[in-house]
């Protein structure tokens, strides 16, 4: 077994399309209409025909219970990009324990998306600042071996 992609309901498909391809750069790849495959593997369903595949009408949005993850390479000009957006937060960005710069907020349909900086780029943003590989793995809580992959 393999898992293929996650699928998200959506109440507007066209409203939902735009927001991820405006905010988060991803486009169509496949088109089956009220199904729609983006980039990244991310699937948009809408919410009339999932209503018929499961047989009810009771479907709730806005759980919190799950979020889709993406990471960005360049964090600094996310945060700006976002700036252009009236986005609903979950939590404005901040930075865990281990170093990872993060941002959550709700799509359209209030999915939480979180986008985290890429963990490679976390490693050299402590490099650049003067911190050893040892002192990285020691912050992030990750082996040297990885600190050192991803500073090569």
Not at 57 to 67: D, P, V
Not at 69 to 89: A, G, P, S
Not at 133 to 152: A, G, H, R, T, Y
């Amino acid at each position: 077994m393999k898992l293929k992609n996650p699928m998200i309901i959506v109440t507007d498909m066209d409203k939902s399309v735009d927001f991820y391809k405006k905010v988060l750069g991803l486009h169509i790849v496949l088109d089956f209409g009220a199904n729609k495959t983006l980039s990244g593997g991310l699937c948009l369903q809408t919410l009339d025909t999932w209503e018929k595949f499961i047989d009810t009408e009771e479907i709730s949005f806005g759980s919190n219970n799950f979020e889709i993850y993406f990471e960005e390479d360049n964090f600094d000009n996310f945060e700006n990009k976002l700036k252009n957006y009236d986005i609903e937060y979950v939590h404005p960005i901040k930075e865990h324990s281990w170093g990872q710069r993060v941002v959550r907020f709700y799509d359209p349909d209030k999915h939480i998306i979180e986008v985290g900086e890429n963990i490679k780029e976390v490693c050299k943003r402590f490099l650049s600042r003067g911190m050893t590989p040892k002192e990285i793995s020691q912050k992030m809580d990750v082996p040297l071996k990885f600190v050192n992959n991803c500073i090569k």
